[in-house]
């Protein structure tokens, strides 16, 4: 009877473990970190980033000499024929579960070229919602070459981590696939893609070193690419959602000598509501903020602060506003909030689900500076002259 009982445990632990003898082992796999997608002549131009894993984890042993990532290039007529172009050159299986962000060319972006891109990744097995989209003017093998700080692992890059950097500066903020196809999906049928740009402001003791850059986004509608937002003509964007962000103003202090001050900000709330009068609409927004000081000369006064960062504010996000409208773009997604917040008024004026802006639209902007936090416990200087 007991060797009975032995045989049939014996066979259920074959039977067991017969289920894993077609795994592949991970190291005889390659994994994939971004996608680069470009378009030209008709045809895709495909980069594929594979990593190297083995220099993701420390340990105490030298540097490894191996490349931390390889670039692979191919074309073809559809991207599906440029990645099988792609794998006849392989000598290792793929793994797509990895796979961190899509980097978008301006060309890729036109003529409907991104959504398709979108749909073929959604559809694959081993892809997630959380692949991050980015969109670039510079070349794409030579955004995908730039490597981080300190030659650190590709996974801690900014691309394929940019939430790490939110604590420094909340600029633009991350679009991953799902939030694409969910911003695509509702009024105003528009999404802003993070733009990525090439940085040369750093260099080590023996080069000058570059690195990537989020400094504006891109914008996309279900019609096709609709055009950039850069630099100060983005930064409104930061105030106008309700995520809770960090960035910062520079106000000049009404003092003889009229120096500026540079405050950071903590952004606690955002408030949209449509205001509507005879089938019209336009928009209120509430803003409420925190002000860090982290150095100043001379006297400065609370007030004096809370006004300069009121107005350096409301700039940021008229200037955004106004230039979103040369482009066509509803780039705060008012529609949207007039979509949710009174359904029935927007039914009777919206056109394909977007509600005509025009410069007076925005209506009011009303920003509460809660709190000055001096740094210590004066508004005192540090040292005196």
């Known amino acids: 009877m007991k060797?009975?009982?032995?045989?049939?445990?014996?066979?259920?632990?074959?039977?067991?473990?017969?289920?894993?003898?077609?795994?592949?082992?991970?190291?005889?796999?390659?994994?994939?970190?971004?996608?680069?997608?470009?378009?030209?002549?008709?045809?895709?131009?495909?980069?594929?980033?594979?990593?190297?894993?083995?220099?993701?984890?420390?340990?105490?042993?030298?540097?490894?000499?191996?490349?931390?990532?390889?670039?692979?290039?191919?074309?073809?007529?559809?991207?599906?024929?440029?990645?099988?172009?792609?794998?006849?050159?392989i000598d290792q299986k793929i793994f797509w579960g990895h796979m961190t962000f899509l980097l978008?060319?301006?060309?890729?972006?036109?003529?409907?070229?991104?959504?398709?891109?979108?749909?073929?990744?959604?559809?694959?097995?081993?892809?997630?919602?959380?692949?991050?989209?980015?969109?670039?003017?510079?070349?794409?093998?030579?955004?995908?070459?730039?490597?981080?700080?300190?030659?650190k692992s590709l996974t801690a890059s900014k691309l394929s981590n940019p939430l790490r950097t939110q604590e420094i500066e909340t600029y633009v903020e991350p679009v991953d696939l799902r939030n694409l196809l969910i911003s695509l999906d509702e009024p105003s049928h528009e999404v802003n893609i993070p733009f990525v740009s090439i940085n040369k402001n750093w260099e080590t003791t023996e080069e000058p070193t570059t690195e990537t850059a989020l400094t504006g986004f891109g914008v996309v509608s279900k019609n096709g690419f609709k055009g950039y937002l850069m630099d100060g003509d983005a930064r409104g964007i930061q105030w106008m959602f309700s995520k809770k962000t960090r960035g910062d103003v520079t106000i000049k202090l009404d003092n003889k000598e009229k120096e500026y001050l540079s405050v950071d900000l903590e952004k606690l709330s955002t408030e949209i509501k449509p205001i509507v009068k005879n089938n019209e609409v336009t928009f209120e927004v509430d803003i409420k903020l925190n002000a860090i000081i982290n150095g100043f000369k001379g006297k400065v006064s609370t007030d004096q602060i809370r006004n300069g960062v009121i107005k350096a504010v409301k700039k940021d996000i008229k200037k955004t506003y106004d230039e979103g409208l040369k482009i066509d773009v509803d780039v705060f997604r008012l529609s949207e909030q007039l979509y949710r917040k009174n359904v029935k008024v927007w039914k009777k004026i919206?056109?394909?689900?977007?509600?005509?802006?025009?410069?007076?639209?925005?209506?009011?902007?009303?920003?509460?500076?809660?709190?000055?936090?001096?740094?210590?416990?004066?508004?005192?200087e540090t040292i005196q002259e």
């Open 104 to 151: 978008f060319s301006e060309d890729a972006l036109k003529n409907e070229h991104s959504i398709p891109v979108i749909d073929s990744f959604l559809r694959h097995r081993q892809t997630r919602y959380q692949i991050l989209t980015y969109c670039t003017k510079d070349h794409i093998k030579d955004v995908l070459l730039v490597t981080p700080m300190l030659n």
């Open 350 to 380: 919206q056109k394909d689900g977007k509600v005509t802006l025009t410069e007076n639209s925005l209506s009011k902007i009303n920003i509460t500076v809660n709190k000055v936090n001096p740094g210590r416990k004066t508004f005192a």
């Open 3 to 89: 060797k009975k009982i032995a045989l049939i445990v014996s066979l259920a632990v074959v039977l067991l473990l017969s289920g894993c003898w077609d795994v592949t082992e991970p190291q005889r796999m390659y994994y994939i970190d971004g996608i680069g997608i470009d378009y030209k002549d008709g045809q895709y131009e495909i980069y594929m980033q594979i990593i190297n894993f083995s220099t993701v984890a420390k340990s105490e042993a030298p540097p490894s000499q191996a490349p931390p990532s390889e670039i692979g290039f191919a074309k073809g007529k559809t991207m599906e024929e440029a990645f099988f172009k792609l794998y006849r050159s």
